[in-house]
């Protein structure tokens, strides 16, 4: 679109002329010339860029570490920790099997009940198969170290 007005925007106007044009007018040429001056000048956004970046870097790791502690932030990581653990489930099925993770009380293996503060071998897992990459159980952190809760299930 910016392309149909790009004769607009370079032809020279009299003040006269953009005194003329409404403030949506003014607005839309503004935000046009803006696009087309980036689109001339990448070299001079990614200094740009780079540039904010070194200067609010604590302050954008402060803010993802502040993320990571909201629920939201909790569910996306533990998802995407489990996609790259190579589970292969829906969207839909990850929303269920998080979840179940974090309302199922009892370990399916041992019967244990199941933690969800620090590291501690009653923690609640998601356990998958490593050949078919697809969820198993909801298990404490100890039987997903060991195998031996397989013979019952498997």
């Given at each position: 679109m910016a392309e149909l007005y790009e004769d607009w925007l370079v032809s020279p106007m009299t003040r006269a002329e953009i005194k003329e044009l409404n403030d949506e007018e003014k607005a839309e040429r503004t935000r046009l010339k803006h696009i087309i001056w980036k689109k001339n000048n990448p070299e001079k956004i990614k200094k740009q860029k780079k540039k904010y970046d070194e200067e609010?870097?604590?302050e954008a790791a402060e803010q993802?570490?502040?993320w990571f502690q909201t629920p939201i932030g909790k569910k996306s990581h533990t998802i995407s920790t489990w996609k790259r653990y190579g589970l292969q489930e829906s969207p839909e099925d990850l929303d269920r099997i998080y979840n179940l993770r974090e309302t199922q009380e009892l370990c399916n293996a041992?019967?244990?009940k199941l933690t969800r503060t620090?590291?501690?071998?009653?923690q609640a897992t998601m356990d998958h198969d490593h050949d078919t990459h697809r969820f198993r159980h909801i298990i404490c952190l100890a039987c997903n170290n060991k195998d031996s809760w397989k013979k019952y299930f498997c």
């Open positions: 609010h870097r604590e993802k570490r502040m041992c019967d244990v620090g590291k501690c071998s009653t």
